[in-house]
């Protein structure tokens, strides 16, 4: 088992920033991928950022150059940099992590809110 805990989110002003950890811990080492996801208000779950156990990594077109994805390999730390927040990044945020047999793991979600 795998279990992801992320840091607690905040209310923020449109325009600002905020840095959101997740923090992985037992059996880490069938981890293949570690990502964010959201769920808006009223909205279903959907993909913000991934990065595989190569440091490759990948963005929804509406984060990409807002958002930056990055991993502390030695304390299995994920972190997700967010800049120039919107409103519609208004969501709950959840850390994800997919063994390499496809297996998915949850967080439990922090609250991001953005303020216009």
């Known amino acids: 088992q795998v279990q992801l805990l992320e840091s607690l989110g905040d209310l923020v002003q449109a325009g600002g920033s905020l840095r959101l950890s997740c923090a992985a811990s037992?059996?880490?080492?069938?981890?293949?991928?570690l990502g964010w996801y959201r769920q808006p208000p009223g909205k279903e779950r959907e993909f913000i950022a991934i990065?595989?156990?190569?440091?490759?990594?990948n963005y929804a077109d509406s984060v990409k150059g807002r958002f930056t994805i990055s991993r502390d390999n030695a304390k299995n730390i994920l972190y997700l940099q967010m800049n120039s927040l919107k409103p519609e990044d208004t969501a709950v945020y959840y850390c994800?992590?997919?063994?390499?047999?496809?297996?998915?793991?949850w967080g439990r979600g922090t609250q991001v809110t953005v303020s216009s």
């Open positions: 037992g059996s880490t080492s069938v981890i293949n991928a």
């Open positions: 994800n992590a997919q063994a390499y047999w496809g297996h998915e793991f």
């Open positions: 990065m595989s156990s190569g440091d490759s990594s």
